[in-house]
């Protein structure tokens, strides 16, 4: 009876992995599916990113698809900043740590940030669209 006891928590422990693998599993598929209509794109815990031609379409991943969509053109984009800590970061010296953000400011005076656990991915994005705005 007792070591049937000290093996409940190990089984409660199981399945709750094994529920949270398959929800991150569930998340992933969504948006390969999502992705699937972009020349680019990117997956991240927080967000995701598209690009198709000149228009970038971020939301959050969840495992029933992605919500709360936006899209914008890079035409109507004033200026491309790189946050650590809600800090202006320089692309050519980055911090270790942090998680970093993509703040898009568009001419309607709006920002839209889109946030990503990986400061040197951000970075990638960040010359890649400015490469594009140019």
Same mark, same amino acid.
């Given at each position: 009876?007792?070591? +049937?006891? @000290? &093996?409940? =928590?190990?089984?409660?422990?199981?399945? &709750? /992995?094994?529920?949270?693998?398959?929800?991150?599993?569930?998340?992933?598929? $969504?948006?390969?599916? &999502? $992705?699937?209509?972009?020349?680019?794109?990117?997956?991240?815990?927080?967000?995701?990113? +598209? *690009?198709?031609?000149?228009?970038? %379409?971020?939301?959050? =991943? %969840?495992?029933?698809?992605? *919500?709360?969509? *936006?899209?914008?053109?890079?035409?109507?984009?004033?200026?491309?900043? @790189? /946050?650590?800590?809600?800090?202006?970061?320089?692309?050519?010296?980055? =911090?270790?740590?942090?998680? $970093?953000? /993509?703040?898009?400011?568009?001419?309607?005076?709006? %920002?839209?940030?889109? =946030?990503? %656990?990986?400061?040197?991915?951000?970075?990638? &994005?960040?010359?890649? /669209? *400015?490469?594009?705005?140019?």
């Amino acid at each position: 009876m007792e070591r +049937g006891l @000290l &093996w409940l =928590p190990l089984l409660v422990l199981f399945f &709750w /992995l094994a529920w949270s693998g398959k929800k991150e599993y569930d998340k992933v598929q $969504a948006y390969q599916a &999502w $992705a699937e209509q972009f020349d680019k794109s990117k997956y991240d815990i927080y967000s995701v990113l +598209g *690009k198709k031609g000149d228009l970038i %379409t971020i939301g959050i =991943p %969840t495992n029933q698809g992605i *919500k709360e969509q *936006k899209t914008f053109s890079l035409q109507n984009l004033s200026q491309l900043n @790189l /946050l650590v800590k809600n800090q202006v970061v320089d692309v050519d010296n980055l =911090p270790e740590k942090g998680e $970093a953000t /993509l703040q898009f400011s568009l001419k309607e005076n709006q %920002t839209i940030d889109v =946030p990503f %656990t990986d400061i040197n991915i951000a970075s990638q &994005w960040l010359k890649y /669209l *400015k490469k594009l705005i140019i």
